[in-house]
């Protein structure tokens, strides 16, 4: 499997957890009227953000990296004798 691919698709499962988790945690927010719900509901959103965060500048820096080998390979080759 290529790993462009794998990323990106970690990247948007990765989207839909921390999603789940923020709903998880204002719903939380919402039934403890008045008193704070357990540490672990409120940051439960923070490692798949953490993980959405190296995935995602992984692949702001993606096109970057392809143009740069592009350039890389079209260059003239020099032959010295």
């Known amino acids: ?10 990247h948007r499962w990765l989207s839909i957890v ?17 008193e704070m719900p ?5 940051y439960s959103p923070l490692p798949p953000l953490a993980f959405m965060l190296l995935t995602g ?9 392809a143009k740069r080998r592009s350039n890389v390979s079209q260059r003239p080759q020099v032959h010295r004798p």
């Open 1 to 10: 499997m290529n790993w462009n691919k794998l990323i990106r698709q970690s």
């Open 18 to 34: 921390f999603t789940a988790t923020v709903i998880a945690n204002f719903v939380a927010l919402a039934q403890a009227a008045g």
């Open 38 to 42: 357990p540490p672990w509901i409120t």
């Open 57 to 65: 500048l992984y692949l702001f820096a993606l096109p970057y990296f």
